[in-house]
């Protein structure tokens, strides 16, 4: 009976699949307190309490894509970091753990144990979030950084102005790919036959792109499915006159919170 349940939810699970990306969350960096957050949601809604454990790593990288030590903060919702040092471009990993779907729109979490014992008989998800972040620009800097799912600039998108756009491209697994899902503040985004997008910039200037694509696993005992959620923002950063805030205040607040670590 089981086996049967799952053949009836495969046919009307690639459709879930297709659509559940366009209102799934995702991971982007915020300047907030003199620190650097990195933040779950919806960008064009804001963010959401996430579970920290769930946080996978962190890495900096200056004007030269050279890596760049960082401080973390993994204890508290949100995870904060504060690069040790001159910084031009952050990416950071958050696994958001496997999910069962026991009926049309019912989707409930599972440990990555169940979801082995669910999956002979229900489709299940599995679920990962990544971002790019951008604070300056360089040729090393324009090139991948080796994410699963990544958005790539095709051109430098600092200084960018209110209606002028951003042309990008998406690739999965250092491949580029036609049939992702962009999506920029709420709006899906058409991809012309080379896969570009053109992001508008509003008068707020540039806002988080985000992108998600859904891929079949094979002899994968936990997941039918694997999604990658990923945003790219650039910003920026701050002014030296703020950055010396950060230094002092940022500093003071990790020493605060007695939870200080130190990542390559």
């Known amino acids: 009976m089981l086996g049967r349940l799952k053949e009836l939810l495969v046919g009307f699970a690639l459709v879930p699949f297709l659509i559940q990306p366009v209102f799934a969350h995702t991971v982007w960096f915020e300047y907030k307190d003199g620190e650097y957050q990195l933040v779950f949601g919806h960008p064009e809604e804001g963010s959401e309490p996430y579970d920290p454990t769930k946080f996978r790593g962190v ?66 998800g ?73 992001v508008l910039v509003g008068e707020g200037g540039l806002q988080p792109i985000e992108a998600s694509y859904a891929s079949a696993l094979n002899n994968d005992l936990a997941a039918d499915t694997i999604e990658h959620a990923t945003t790219l923002t650039a910003n920026p950063v701050p002014e030296p006159s703020t950055l010396l805030g950060l230094s002092a205040f940022g500093l003071l607040t990790f020493l605060r919170k007695g939870k200080l670590k130190r990542k390559d």
Do not use: C, R
């Open 126 to 198: 599995h679920y990962v979030k990544s971002t790019k972040a951008l604070y300056d620009w360089s040729e090393p800097l324009s090139q991948p950084f080796g994410l699963p799912l990544e958005i790539m600039p095709l051109q430098n998108p600092s200084g960018l102005t209110a209606g002028e756009t951003l042309p990008i491209q998406v690739l999965y697994q250092g491949n580029l790919v036609k049939d992702v899902l962009v999506e920029y503040e709420g709006k899906t985004l058409a991809l012309d036959e080379n896969g570009i997008a053109s």
């Open 59 to 124: 890495t900096a990288y200056d004007i030269n894509k050279q890596l760049v030590p960082v401080k973390i903060d993994q204890q508290e919702d949100p995870v904060t970091i504060a690069p040790d040092g001159e910084f031009a471009a952050l990416t950071a990993f958050l696994d958001n753990g496997f999910y069962v779907q026991k009926s049309e729109d019912n989707f409930e979490e599972v440990s990555q144990a169940e979801a082995q014992i669910y999956n002979p008989d229900y489709e299940v």
